[in-house]
Nanobody, 114 residues
Framework: QVQLVESGGGLVQPGGSLRLSCVASGIAFSLSTMSWYRQAPGNERELVADITSGGYTNYADSVKGRFTISRANAKNTVYLQMNNLKPEDTAVYYC????????WGQGTQVTVSS
């Protein structure tokens, strides 16, 4: 059974930082492309960043230079380091992978507000 469990969300002031974590189980993690998506109220879910098994990364234009995705295969964990957070980064952040079908985590709320 595939499980993706996110953590690390919270309330932060503009300009602050958070690190999200997603622990995966039930998959060959080191062989899997892992992604972070986000969804703000009234908006569609959008891709934030992804990282391939080989460590190649891809970012949405809106987060380039501020967010960093990384992975620790020994811990079956993918991270999203978020720096210089802006109010428009407020959303529920989801971990995602695709192995014959889509798998989503339960999401973690990130709120950027003064």
């Amino acid at each position: 059974q595939v499980q993706l469990v996110e953590s690390g969300g919270g309330l932060v002031q503009p300009g602050g930082s958070l690190r999200l974590s997603c622990v995966a189980s039930g998959i060959a993690f080191s062989l899997s492309t892992m992604s972070w998506y986000r969804q703000a109220p009234g908006n569609e879910r959008e891709l934030v960043a992804d990282i391939t098994s080989g460590g190649y990364t891809n970012y949405a234009d809106s987060v380039k230079g501020r967010f960093t995705i990384s992975r620790a295969n020994a811990k079956n964990t993918v991270y999203l380091q978020m720096n210089n957070l802006k109010p428009e980064d407020t959303a529920v952040y989801y971990c995602f992978t695709y192995i014959l079908r889509s798998y989503w985590g339960q999401g973690t709320q990130v709120t950027v507000s003064s």
